[in-house]
C-alpha cells in the first residue's frame, strides 16, 4: 500500500464547475499537507499550504484537511480551463521538507 | 514566492555521455536543494537531498556514483547524470525551501537518451 493514495483521473469537469480533488494516507504522523498544480513537463507549483486539520481558503481554491479520517481535500471553485493541469497533494510529518507526493489527479475543464 | 531557476529544460544525449543539470535559489539562499525524478503519469520519487558545503544524502536505491550532486555554493545545486543510459530518461526536477518554509521547485528538466 502507498502511503499517499491519489486517483490519477482524468477527472473533466466544464468550465464553471465545483471540482473536488482528493487524497488518502496512511501515515498518523503526517502534519503539513500541501497542493501543488503542475502543467505538462512544468514544474510543481505552490497552491495551498494546511497544518494540522481545519480548512484553508484561497481565492477559488480550498483546502480541507481531516486527520481523524487520514484524508485531505482541495475545492476548485468556478473552473476555468485554464486549471487544466496535474494537481498533486504532497505531505510530511515535520517542516524538514522530504515530502511523500501522490501521484497526482489530471483535471480538464471544458470551455 | 521564491524562484527556481532550472536549466537546461530539455536534453537529448546518446548513451554513456554525461549530462549536467543546474538549480539555481535567484533570490534567496538554499543551505538544502532536494532532487527529484518523475517518470510519466507517476509521482515525484525524491532521489537525494544536497547540502551546501557537504555531501548530498542519497535516497535508497539511488546510485550515488551515477547521480553526483554538488552544491558549492548558497545558490546553486548540479546534478550530474554519469554515462546515462535510456532507462535515466525522465523529468528531473530541483526544488528549494523558502524563507517561510514551503517547498519551491524549477521547472524541471527532460532527459531523453538515446
Known amino acids: 500500500q502507498k502511503e499517499v493514495e491519489q486517483d490519477p483521473g482524468p477527472l473533466s469537469v466544464p468550465e464553471g464547475a465545483i471540482v473536488s480533488l482528493n487524497c488518502t494516507y496512511s501515515?498518523?504522523?503526517?502534519?503539513?499537507f500541501m497542493w501543488y498544480r503542475q502543467y505538462s513537463r512544468k514544474g510543481p507549483e505552490l497552491l495551498m499550504y494546511t497544518y494540522s486539520s481545519g480548512n484553508k481558503e484561497d481565492g477559488r481554491f480550498t483546502a480541507q484537511v481531516d486527520k481523524s479520517s487520514k484524508y485531505i481535500s482541495l475545492f476548485i471553485r468556478d473552473s476555468q480551463p485554464s486549471d487544466s493541469a496535474t494537481y498533486l497533494c504532497?505531505?510530511?510529518?515535520?517542516?524538514?521538507?522530504?515530502?511523500?507526493f501522490g501521484s497526482g489527479t489530471r483535471l480538464l475543464v471544458r470551455p | 514566492g521564491a524562484v527556481v531557476s532550472q536549466h537546461p529544460s530539455r536534453v537529448i544525449c546518446k548513451s554513456g555521455t554525461s549530462v549536467k543539470i543546474e538549480c539555481r535559489s535567484l533570490d534567496f539562499q538554499a543551505t538544502t536543494m532536494f532532487w527529484y525524478r518523475q517518470f510519466p503519469k507517476q509521482s515525484l520519487m525524491l532521489m537525494a537531498t544536497s547540502n551546501e558545503g557537504s555531501k548530498a544524502t542519497y535516497e535508497q536505491g539511488v546510485e550515488k556514483d551515477k547521480f553526483l550532486i554538488n552544491h558549492a555554493s548558497l545558490t546553486l545545486s548540479t546534478l550530474t547524470v554519469t554515462s546515462a543510459h535510456p532507462e535515466d530518461s525522465s523529468f528531473y526536477i530541483c526544488?528549494?525551501?523558502?524563507?517561510?518554509?514551503?517547498?519551491?521547485f524549477g521547472s524541471g528538466t527532460q532527459l531523453s537518451v538515446l
Open positions: 526544488s528549494a525551501p523558502g524563507t517561510n518554509e514551503k517547498l519551491f
Open positions: 504532497a505531505m510530511n510529518e515535520d517542516s524538514s521538507y522530504k515530502l511523500i
Open positions: 501515515n498518523s504522523a503526517f502534519q503539513y
